[in-house]
């Protein structure tokens, strides 16, 4: 099997205005970009989020992952701050807020 390794330029990536992954409810996007190269089995979104947002996740989501890069985010009495992650198992629904907005990094897989 070949092994595939592809690099991304955020900057060349152009700027949503709405949240592009299937299954994910955001409010207060202020924008984000969405990489899923063809034949790969992951996808990457980077969001720029307004301070109040909210990222609803429906029960019909893979494993997924959430890096802060600035601000926080708030999963029901736990904070996870600038430099944390926030991990959602399979099929779990989750509502997840962002009280001071910021910037995450949002990945998982393609199919559940």
Known sequence: MRQKLMTISHQELPVLDEYPVPGCR???LRGATFA??????LWLCVADLEPGAEITLDAGHGDQGFYV???ELVVG???????GAV????GVPATIQAPKGGR????????P
């Open 26 to 28: 955001v409010t207060g």
């Open 36 to 41: 899923q190269p063809e034949d790969y089995a």
């Open 69 to 71: 890069e600035e601000g």
């Open 77 to 83: 009495s736990q904070v996870c701050p600038t430099g």
């Open 87 to 90: 991990l959602v198992e399979s």
């Open 104 to 111: 995450i990094y949002h990945n998982g897989p393609l199919d």
